[in-house]
Antibody, heavy 123, light 109 residues
Framework: EVQLLESGGGLVQPGGSLRLSCAAS????????MSWVRQAPGEGLQWVSG????????YYADSVKGRFTISRDNSKNTLYLQMNSLRAEDTAVYYC????????????????WGQGTLVTVSS | QSVLTQPPSASGTPGQRVTISCSGS????????VYWYQQLPGTAPKLLIY???QRSSGVPDRFSGSKSGTSASLAISGLRSEDEADYYC??????????FGGGTKVTVL
């Protein structure tokens, strides 16, 4: 059974940093691309970032480019999202999501989601 | 503002058919597959439809997806109370990113 367990969320001041983690199990982690998708309170889903199975390809939404960094440690079956220069508009539940295939491209898609971790950016 | 456009709400009585539209452009829906996700209240999204019209494992055949040009739709036939949820369309954009619709809240009257 695929399981994705996010951690690292919490309250942070504007301009601060936070690192999210996602522990994966139930599948061969390094065979699949992964994503982060967020959902602001009462709002819809917004794609944040994606990474290929090897970690060699990374992709970002314009709203987080230059501030967030996605990475993965395939030896630990863990996905990360380093978030710097946080803003109030980054407040959201952040979901870790597994892709259907290894490469991060138009043939893949999210087939499993974690339960999410809440990030609140406020002074 | 979402890249893909969905109606904010849809409703029907039990047993009715409800259709949700999703409008995009030539760089996303027009040239790539469409996906549909269901989000029950307080839970994570769940994959319903992949590659525009394929039901994910375990999804009842009451749910069906279609795509034409730069638009797509999700149909729920034989509406049931447990179908009350938010539904999101999604797809790959040729600018190397995923895009979502704003979501449609389905209410069973």
């Amino acid at each position: 059974e695929v399981q994705l367990l996010e951690s690292g969320g919490g309250l942070v001041q504007p301009g601060g940093s936070l690192r999210l983690s996602c522990a994966a199990s139930g599948f061969t982690f390094n065979d699949y691309a992964m994503s982060w998708v967020r959902q602001a309170p009462g709002e819809g889903l917004q794609w944040v970032s994606g990474i290929s199975g090897s970690g060699g390809g990374t992709y970002y939404a314009d709203s987080v480019k230059g501030r967030f960094t996605i990475s993965r440690d395939n030896s630990k079956n863990t996905l990360y999202l380093q978030m710097n220069s946080l803003r109030a508009e980054d407040t959201a539940v952040y979901y870790c999501a597994k892709d259907y295939r290894y490469y991060y491209d138009s043939y893949g898609y999210v087939d499993y989601w974690g339960q999410g971790t809440l990030v609140t950016v406020s002074s | 503002q979402s890249v893909l456009t969905q109606p904010p709400s849809a409703s029907g009585t039990p047993g009715q058919r409800v259709t949700i539209s999703c409008s995009g452009s030539s760089s996303n829906i027009g040239s790539n597959y469409v996906y549909w996700y269901q989000q029950l209240p307080g839970t994570a999204p769940k994959l319903l439809i992949y590659r525009s019209n394929q039901r994910s494992s375990g999804v009842p055949d009451r749910f069906s997806g279609s795509k034409s040009g730069t638009s797509a739709s999700l149909a729920i036939s034989g509406l049931r109370s447990e179908d009350e949820a938010d539904y999101y369309c999604a797809g790959w954009d040729d600018s190397l990113k995923w895009v979502f619709g704003g979501g449609t809240k389905v209410t069973v009257l």
